[in-house]
T-cell receptor
Framework: DVKVTQSSRYLVKRTGEKVFLECVQD?????MFWYRQDPGLGLRLIYF???????EKGDIPEGYSVSREKKERFSLILESASTNQTSMYLC??????????????????FGPGTRLTVL | QKEVEQNSGPLSVPEGAIASLNCTYS??????FFWYRQYSGKSPELIMS????GDKEDGRFTAQLNKASQYVSLLIRDSQPSDSATYLC???????????FGAGTRLAVHP
């Protein structure tokens, strides 16, 4: 079974703090993703990575950065947390390398999520 | 127009009935389509994936895809209270297996 883990289920931080959210997958997946989920807005892609040290902006990268130093680990960083970053953060991973979209290995597997509250 | 649209619901069905969940998408070039189930406070879990026009069945679930109409649906037969959850439609886009998600339809199955 694919296992994706996230460092915390619940996190409370103060405005202006630097926040690290970590995600680890154990299936040697190439691709990893960070989403945030807000009521009525669904999942929105923040950043993704298709290889170690490679990253691409998603739809809402402002206020966030990422790091992927090892294949199994993908970190989301909030440089200076703000109240509008209060949300559920979900990490996902998928296997195939670029260019193989359309096969059954497209599937993204999600971690349990981190509910972040910024006060 | 949103890239992936779903009716937010709630869709309420009696136990044992067929639940029909619908999704439309705007990118005619999309090739891969997914249905995820998400229980309250939990992360999404994959139910079905579909890549070709027509129906794909897995147990009580059937996914239907019509690329000409840019429409994908999920049917749940013999609905159970344990099926009560939010169902997310996701569509593949671009490279790197990126997905774009609809906002989800909340399904409530009542005894």
């Amino acid at each position: 079974d694919v296992k994706v883990t996230q460092s915390s289920r619940y996190l409370v931080k103060r405005t202006g703090e630097k926040v690290f959210l970590e995600c680890v997958q154990d299936m040697d997946h190439e691709n990893m993703f960070w989403y945030r989920q807000d009521p009525g807005l669904g999942l929105r892609l923040i950043y993704f990575s298709y290889d170690v040290k490679m990253k691409e902006k998603g739809d809402i990268p402002e206020g966030y950065s990422v790091s992927r130093e090892k294949k199994e680990r993908f970190s989301l960083i909030l440089e200076s947390a703000s109240t509008n970053q209060t949300s559920m953060y979900l990490c996902a991973s998928s296997f195939p390398p670029p260019g193989t979209s359309g096969t059954s290995t497209d599937t993204q597997y999600f971690g349990p999520g981190t509910r972040l509250t910024v006060l | 127009q949103k890239e992936v649209e779903q009716n937010s619901g709630p869709l309420s069905v009696p136990e044992g009935a067929i639940a029909s969940l619908n999704c439309t998408y705007s990118d005619r070039g999309s090739q891969s389509f997914f249905w995820y189930r998400q229980y309250s406070g939990k992360s999404p879990e994959l139910i079905m994936s579909i890549y070709s026009n027509g129906d794909k069945e897995d147990g009580r679930f059937t996914a239907q895809l019509n690329k000409a109409s840019q429409y994908v649906s999920l049917l749940i037969r013999d609905s159970q209270p344990s099926d009560s959850a939010t169902y997310l439609c996701a569509v593949g886009r671009g490279g790197y297996n990126k997905l774009i998600f609809g906002a989800g339809t909340r399904l409530a199955v009542h005894p």
